[in-house]
Each structure stands twice: as C-alpha cells, then as structure tokens.
C-alpha cells in the first residue's frame, strides 16, 4: 500500500508518522495521483499544531496541500480547470489535502497540467507561492509604472511577487538581506538591506514615496515603513502582519482572522501562473529537497523562516 505522513495527535510536526494506506478509488469528477513531488509549507505546520482547531474528529491528521505527479486512474466526469484528465497526465495538484503522501485521489477541479518544461520539484512548489503573490498584486492593483516595494523579496512568495510585479512593468524595491541582492538583481528589482534605519534607506532610494507596499514577512518594521513610504492605504498589503496592519489600516489577504481569503481570485489565477513558468517567465527556487520519511525535518526548516526558497518532499 502506498505510504502517507499522518499525525494522531495536534502535537505539531514531530508527530508525523509514515503509515501504510490504501488510496480510495476516484469517485464522480475525481483522480488519482502518483505523487512525485509535494511542496511543504508553514500553512502545513499550523494545521499540525492545531492553529485552525483541535477537533479530534478530524484526526488522523494529513497535511500537504500542493503536488506535482501523474494521473494512474480517472473517474466520470474527470474534468479540471484546462479540460478532460486522462490516465498518464503529467499534472499539478492545488489545492489538496494530504499531499504528504505516495498516492493521493483528489478533486479533478484541483488538478492542472504540468507543462514539459516544469520539473516534478518546481511544479510541486509553484502554485501556493504563486497564488499568494498573485493575490497581494491584485488587491493593490499593481500595474505599469508602479513603484512597489516588496518587502522579503527573497522569499517564496515574495520572490514570486518580484517576478509578477516586473512583468507588470513595474518598479520593484526589494528588502533582503546582502547575500540574497544578487539573486534579486538578476530579476530586476532593487534590493535594500532590511534593519535598522530601513525608513531612510527607503526615502532616500524613493524621494518621492512609493506607490504600493507589499508585505511577505510579518513585521512592525516592514509595515510601519510601508505607512511612511506609500500615500494611499489602500495600496498597502500583507500576509503575514495582521496585528500591525490593522492597527494602519492596511489589506489582510490569506488565512488570518479577519482576512480576505480571495479564494476564488487565487484558484483563477493557478492557470495563468502555470502558463507563466511553463513558459520561463515565472521561476520557481528549490532550497532542498527531503525523503518522504522525513517530513518533520523538512517542516523544520521551513519553520526557521529562511530556507532560501521552496522545500519538497520527494516520496
């Protein structure tokens, strides 16, 4: 039987077992997928750590909510986002629940195309970064000629956002720390060291302000400069620093309390952000890669806050 990573307990992520489960055969508009890569997220290590409820209804736990492998079995009405799957697919799935898993039979409505050119990895760490940048652009109307200051552009989901903020044409000034400039210069932003001082530093790279302030990493500092740099509110937005945000008035955007979701703007948008890396305009860093077995390590890691890009588990 195919192994999966399950939790009996809310004990966070050194709970995780591997365990021996036979794969539920696809009902109506479902498919099964063997996993070749499944992306590991800090989203994963709340659920383990009973962030969103302790309910023991809900246990065993399976976490993992993005992979990439192919389709072993279809069944009616197997229909996806881009059309009919068939059996021998190469395919993305987001969002799943239990991709910390060698099997897995999932919604066909989750599950997307892999293009050719897309490794297994890549594909598997692409669409929850993807989604989340995406939606942060959107809620601020990023657009050509914007200056954008992004604030962990070296990260997963703000290094997705450098490169969609570029795309747009716009100007992007990007917080990192020194070894990560290089890495946002290739890409066509302007880093600048976060830290102490980080408000001049900005005024004097941006005299006249900025016009949108996007935040991937949840602190006072990168939110309090946002409100000095950027005149319009409106156009301030995080992921990360709910607290700090509404204390200026700034957008809540993902899963926090009383944050805007955007459920429906970010499952649109996996498409096009699939067309973009498929194409080679939308890249997607792998810091380091873990055996199945060792999910708990991984989730560590991603834990630490600088894994310096995406970390996959290979089953």
Do not use: C
């Not at 039979?105 to 050719?116: C, E, I, R």
């Not at 992004?150 to 020194?178: C, D, M, N, P, Y």
């Not at 980080?198 to 302000?209: E, F, K, T």
């Amino acid at each position: 039987m195919p192994r999966v990573m399950i939790a009996r307990s809310f004990d966070g992520p050194e709970a995780l077992e591997s365990a021996d489960e036979p794969t539920r055969a696809p009902g109506d508009g479902e498919v099964t997928i063997s996993v070749l890569a499944s992306g590991v997220n800090p989203a994963d290590a709340k659920l383990l750590n009973g962030v969103w409820g302790r309910n023991p209804s809900r246990l065993p736990l399976h976490p993992g909510s993005e992979v990439s492998g192919v389709v072993t079995a279809v069944g009616p009405d197997a229909v996806g986002p881009a059309g009919p799957i068939t059996v021998g697919d190469e395919v993305i799935g987001y969002r799943v629940s239990g991709g910390y898993a060698e099997e897995i039979t999932v919604a066909a409505t989750s599950v997307l195309p892999k293009p050719a050119g897309l490794g297994w990895e890549e594909a598997a760490g692409l669409l929850l970064t993807g989604v989340t940048a995406f939606h942060l652009l959107e809620a601020t109307g990023v657009g050509d000629g914007d200056v954008v200051i992004i604030h962990g552009g070296a990260g997963s989901v703000g290094f997705a956002a450098v490169q969609l903020a570029k795309l747009r044409g716009a100007r992007v000034i990007a917080t990192a720390s020194e070894r990560n400039h290089g890495l946002l210069e290739a890409f066509g932003a302007e880093p600048i060291v976060y830290g102490d001082g980080l408000v001049d530093r900005l005024r004097a790279l941006l005299p006249d302000g900025a016009d949108v302030a996007l935040d991937t990493v949840g602190t006072d500092e990168a939110l309090d400069a946002s409100a000095a740099l950027v005149a319009d509110v409106d156009r301030i937005a995080t992921v990360a620093g709910f607290e700090r945000a509404a204390e200026i008035g700034a957008k809540r955007l993902g899963g926090g309390a009383g944050a805007d979701p955007g459920t429906e703007l970010r499952m649109a948008a996996r498409l096009p952000l699939i067309e973009l890396a498929g194409r080679g305009e939308l890249t997607v860093r792998v810091a380091r890669t873990y055996p199945l077995a060792e999910a708990a390590e991984a989730l560590a890691l991603v834990g630490e806050g600088h894994p310096g890009g995406k970390v996959i588990l290979l089953p």
